[in-house]
């Protein structure tokens, strides 16, 4: 039996380990994918307190080495489902289940499954993803050395993305389906000052060109003189940059969602189920940032410690 079972191994997860083990609390991280979250993809990052700046990667390994120096347990699985269990008060706990097929039984466990990419939900677009459609620039960036790209979003994610792909691929096309850029102006003031750069604004995907099982191109619309024409864009390759999502719905009888499947915390961490806690981005709230990640599992850390003492003392 663990005190505290984390299920996600992004900076909310890994703060709540080491504050539930600096509480004196068994933990187990549980991470389906890769440890440190999606700032991991982050090449530089300039807005986490005490560093200048730092790589994402190089910053979720200092989390994971702090967390597991403090004496958590981690493991790679995935997890499906979590399952409450009363055999009276003092034996109340979690089973946790996961797609390998194991059963972790804990005391609390803490939610902070983050988020994962959006898609357009475009016909073919599935068999694409890893064949032609990625999400990563820092991953995929040089499968596309002196090619033609296309970026799908027009954010801040976008543009960070957008910036590691200008000096790699030949030319790079950015399809923007509001009618102004949403990025920080430095981003923009960054990338567009390259020649290598196409802009477009108010543009609605509508498919992928493929030809052969290859992608060759971005089929859209634009507002042109008055009138909408469909365009093609062809390209080696696209990059979807189109916000995140959550992947709450394994667990929406235990902790309650918003419309868009947000954890909705209450007293920023409790759920409807006692001794269920969430914390990160996969919750609602106005800022998901490295910072309020943390803040969140240091809540939900020390009330998941506060439950197992009002509970087992």
């Not at 992004?10 to 440190?36: D, Q």
């Not at 498919?207 to 003189?225: F, N, P």
Request: charged letters at 25%; proline letters at 2%; glycine letters at 12%.
């Amino acid at each position: 039996m663990v005190d505290i079972i984390i299920v996600g191994g992004g900076p909310a997860g890994l703060t709540a380990a080491i504050y539930g083990c600096r509480n004196g609390k068994s933990v187990l991280v549980i991470e389906k994918s890769v440890f440190g979250g999606q700032i991991v993809n982050s090449p530089k990052v300039e807005n986490i307190p005490g560093f200048d700046s730092i790589s994402g990667d190089e910053y979720g390994d200092r989390l994971l080495e702090q967390a597991m120096g403090q004496g958590a347990d981690v493991t790679i699985e995935d997890v499906i489902a979590v399952e409450v269990k009363n055999d009276g008060q003092s034996d109340r706990h979690f089973l946790v289940k996961t797609a390998e097929g194991t059963e972790y039984a804990g005391k609390t466990v803490i939610l902070a499954t983050g988020t994962t990419h959006r898609v357009l939900g475009l016909e073919g677009e599935e068999e694409l993803i890893g064949n032609g459609i990625s999400f990563c620039a820092v991953c995929d960036g040089d499968f596309y050395r002196d090619k033609t790209v296309v970026m799908v979003g027009g954010g801040n994610s976008a543009f960070v993305e957008s910036n590691l792909l200008v000096d790699i691929v030949d030319k790079l096309i950015i399809l923007q389906d509001m009618p102004v850029f949403t990025a920080d102006k430095k981003l923009q003031d960054q990338l567009l000052s390259h020649d290598n750069v196409e802009t477009h604004v108010g543009t609605r995907v509508l498919g992928y060109e493929v030809e052969d099982g290859q992608l060759k191109g971005v089929r859209y619309t634009e507002a042109e003189a008055g009138d909408t024409v469909v365009k093609v864009a062809k390209c080696d390759g696209v990059f979807l940059a189109v916000g995140l999502v959550p992947e709450n719905d394994s667990f929406k009888e235990l902790a309650g969602l918003d419309e868009r499947g947000y954890f909705v915390p209450e007293n920023i961490c409790h759920t409807k189920t006692p001794g269920l806690f969430v914390a990160g981005d996969c919750c609602r709230k106005t800022l998901r940032q490295v910072a309020t990640a943390c803040s969140d599992g240091a809540y939900a850390a020390i009330a998941a410690s506060d439950y197992i003492q009002s509970l087992w003392g």
